[in-house]
């Protein structure tokens, strides 16, 4: 079985404009999460590179095609996007194991979470479903998603501090929880078969 990020088309991501950061934010993320019990992964460093003809006009959200930049600092100018494999087959799974995990694929999300690869601070988190990973019977499967990358914001509720002649923020100030988007993920997962060869 291959579990992969990479679609044909690069991986791609759109920025979405948060106040108080630059339109650029973020310029290096990576990816952290685990898929079954294999060991959690955290990604290479990848450059959003976004086209100059699309901040010209001025197109918002502005999408972005994923690089993997290198040791030395410089953008990858092969394939884009980020390709992650996982082989589950006999030799993987122990006796009796194959229920569990198909059962796996078909009740689970696997949560992905983004950082900034700079300030190694958290940009957002998003989740895809695995049922989609399952091949009934065909030899291979794909699906495309479109996910949104979501935070929380915690936000004093001033208007209420105002109201109430509170002139100073206190402790127990009234907070506000918001989810926010940070922007647009679209990641390919795929299932293929094991080819059995006749010998």
């Not at 996910?147 to 009234?174: F, H, M, N």
């Amino acid at each position: 079985m291959s579990f992969s990020k990479k679609p044909s088309c690069p991986l791609m991501n759109q920025r979405i404009q948060t106040p108080g950061v630059s339109a650029d934010w973020p310029d290096n993320i990576y990816f952290t999460f685990q898929f079954y019990r294999f060991p959690p992964v955290t990604s290479q460093q990848l450059k959003l590179l976004s086209s100059d003809k699309l901040q010209q006009k001025g197109v918002d959200p502005r999408p972005c095609i994923l690089a993997s930049v290198n040791r030395d600092g410089t953008v990858n100018s092969g394939s884009p996007g980020l390709q992650v494999q996982f082989r589950v087959d006999d030799g993987f799974l122990k006796p009796g194991e194959k229920r569990w995990f198909l059962r796996y694929l078909a009740l689970h999300t696997m949560q992905i979470d983004i950082w900034d690869s700079d300030s190694l601070l958290l940009i957002g988190s998003t989740a895809i479903e695995l049922k989609h990973m399952l091949r009934q019977g065909k030899p291979a499967v794909q699906a495309h998603h479109e996910v949104e990358v979501l935070t929380t914001d915690y936000v004093v509720e001033d208007a209420l501090l105002k109201s109430a002649g509170v002139a100073q923020r206190s402790a127990a100030s009234p907070m506000e929880v918001r989810t926010v988007l940070r922007g647009r993920l679209h990641i390919r997962t795929g299932n293929i078969g094991k080819t059995r060869t006749s010998g």
